[in-house]
């Protein structure tokens, strides 16, 4: 049976805060500076004595901020989650509206920015919080390739 890997964020216990993983997201996938701009972003639960939390996609299957996307910039991936055509964005921010967990950050200018789960950023954990995860599926047929960097 086919698999797909979604990210998955089991250790957040250990977490630092240093942002190397947004950073990498960031500056690897989205081809940004800013720890904003990337797919998984680090916040803290309240202070540092309660440490930190990832704001990250769930990888659902449907994905509703796809649903929601009138021009299919955001499309269904196939084992969760979304693929991203960014020259289709209209920049509406129906997407990051419709997500349930607030894991797409919109930039000033409503641009989305949301995990794809290619497990680029995971490598760059100090310690080790992130973890690539394989997931079964079905027998629908395989979904076009993801187009992130514009
Ligand atoms: S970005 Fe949000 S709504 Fe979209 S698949 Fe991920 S968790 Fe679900
Ligand atoms: S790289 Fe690891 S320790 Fe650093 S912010 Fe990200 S999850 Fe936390």
């Given at each position: 049976?086919?698999?797909?890997?979604?990210?998955?964020?089991?250790?957040?216990?250990?977490?630092?805060?240093?942002?190397?993983?947004?950073?990498?997201?960031?500056?690897?996938?989205?081809?940004?500076?800013?720890?904003?701009?990337?797919?998984?972003?680090?916040?803290?639960?309240?202070?540092?004595?309660?440490?930190?939390?990832?704001?990250?996609?769930?990888?659902?299957?449907?994905?509703?901020?796809?649903?929601?996307?009138?021009?299919?910039?955001?499309?269904?991936?196939?084992g969760g989650g979304v693929l991203v055509k960014r020259?289709?964005?209209?920049?509406?921010?129906?997407?990051?509206?419709?997500?349930?967990?607030?894991?797409?950050?919109?930039?000033?200018?409503?641009?989305?920015?949301?995990?794809?789960?290619?497990?680029?950023?995971?490598?760059?954990?100090?310690?080790?919080?992130?973890?690539?995860?394989?997931?079964?599926?079905?027998?629908?047929?395989?979904?076009?390739?993801?187009?992130?960097?514009?």
């Amino acid at each position: 049976m086919k698999k797909a890997k979604i990210l998955t964020t089991p250790h957040m216990e250990r977490c630092i805060g240093c942002h190397s993983c947004s950073l990498a997201c960031a500056r690897l996938v989205y081809k940004k500076l800013s720890w904003d701009t990337a797919g998984i972003r680090i916040v803290s639960s309240g202070g540092l004595s309660t440490g930190f939390e990832a704001k990250s996609c769930l990888a659902c299957d449907p994905a509703p901020c796809a649903l929601a996307c009138p021009t299919g910039a955001f499309s269904q991936r196939r084992g969760g989650g979304v693929l991203v055509k960014r020259k289709l964005c209209i920049q509406c921010g129906d997407c990051a509206e419709a997500c349930p967990v607030d894991a797409i950050y919109l930039a000033p200018t409503w641009e989305p920015f949301v995990c794809i789960h290619c497990g680029q950023c995971v490598a760059f954990c100090p310690h080790h919080c992130l973890e690539m995860v394989e997931m079964s599926l079905g027998a629908a047929p395989a979904a076009e390739g993801k187009e992130v960097a514009s």
